[in-house]
């Protein structure tokens, strides 16, 4: 199947500053790629839908301007999070549909998951 | 609003007992329901899926019928391994709408 990586596996920042998180499709080209935020003992949930060269779609309740996010390239889309905040410290995973830009979406590819701590 | 429900964990069996966890859903229309695994360390991979009532995936040994009537996919195996302690997540995809709704996942843990 498709290999999606994510880097850095694990952050530990201080309250206030901006973090980075990075998301790559390595043996296929992704014009989709999902963002997604797991807290412990909660289920994954949806924050924003990339699209290569477009703005990102954010769900209900997501704050775009805290957590912004770009798809410069078929196989790189990027999570930042901005001025973070110990409310922040959650478990960030992207994925990608397995046909891109098909309809079906009928299997997505998870990355390994980026986890945040703000001190 | 889609919603999955499943099973609490954690779950812990010995090697080669039956297992059970348990998933039901509210949805709209006709979801697709898959059930996702997470072994340690790695991202989540579809392990078994099903798109219309009356459907059964199948995978590693694993199977779970698509049950309109009850509204449930519940997962079940056999006998379990060692290898197969992972954290299992039921989901649900309305429609033709790509977003996945996930339950809370279940901690699986098989003692040799």
């Known amino acids: 199947g498709a290999v999606v990586s994510q880097h850095p596996s694990r952050v530990i920042c201080k309250s206030g500053t901006s973090v980075k998180i990075e998301c790559r499709s390595l043996d296929f080209q992704a014009t989709t790629m999902f963002w997604y935020r797991q807290f412990p003992k909660k289920s994954l949930m949806l924050m924003a839908t990339s699209n290569e060269g477009s703005k990102a779609t954010y769900e209900q309740g997501v704050e775009k301007d805290k957590f912004l996010i770009n798809h410069a390239s078929l196989t790189l889309s990027t999570l930042t999070v901005t001025s973070a905040h110990p409310e922040d410290s959650s478990f960030y995973i992207c994925?990608?549909?397995?046909?891109?830009?098909?309809?079906?979406?009928?299997?997505?590819?998870f990355g390994p998951g980026t986890r945040l701590t703000v001190l | 609003g889609n919603s999955v429900t499943q099973m609490e964990g954690p779950v812990t069996l010995s090697e080669e007992a039956f297992l059970t966890i348990n998933c039901t859903y509210t949805?709209?229309?006709?979801?697709?329901l898959f059930w996702y695994v997470q072994y340690p360390g790695e991202g989540l991979q579809l392990l078994l899926k099903?798109?219309?009532?009356?459907d059964k995936g199948s995978n590693k040994g694993f199977e779970a019928t698509y049950r309109k009537e009850t509204t449930s996919f519940h997962l079940e195996k056999g006998s379990v391994q060692v290898s197969d302690s992972a954290v299992y997540f039921c989901?649900?995809?309305?429609?033709?709408?790509?977003?996945?709704?996930f339950g809370k996942g279940t901690l699986l843990t098989v003692n040799p």
């Open positions: 099903a798109t219309k009532a009356d």
């Open positions: 989901a649900l995809r309305g429609g033709s709408n790509y977003k996945l709704t």
């Open positions: 949805a709209t229309g006709y979801p697709s």
């Open positions: 994925s990608t549909p397995g046909l891109a830009g098909a309809g079906s979406y009928n299997e997505q590819f």
